[in-house]
């Protein structure tokens, strides 16, 4: 970190940046995951298999246009 703050002048310190699932980052991507998951999680889930099942079902039907 020392190197990176010294060589680069642009370079901001991880201290500063917003956390990893922050929906601030990108709110598209946030919206879109978000309506993914409450489409998967409508039912009980069983197992990882039928999770997996469920999940790539769900993706390839899903409407990535969100208004």
């Known amino acids: 970190m020392q190197l990176l703050t010294r060589e680069t002048l642009d370079f901001i310190a991880a201290s500063t940046l917003w956390p990893a699932n922050s929906p601030d980052l990108n ?3 946030y919206r879109i995951c978000r309506k993914l998951q409450e489409q998967v999680f409508q039912g009980w889930i069983d197992d990882v298999a039928q999770l997996k099942s469920r999940f790539i079902e769900k993706w ?3 409407n990535q246009m969100i208004n």
């Open 27 to 29: 709110s598209e991507d």
């Open 60 to 62: 390839e039907h899903f």
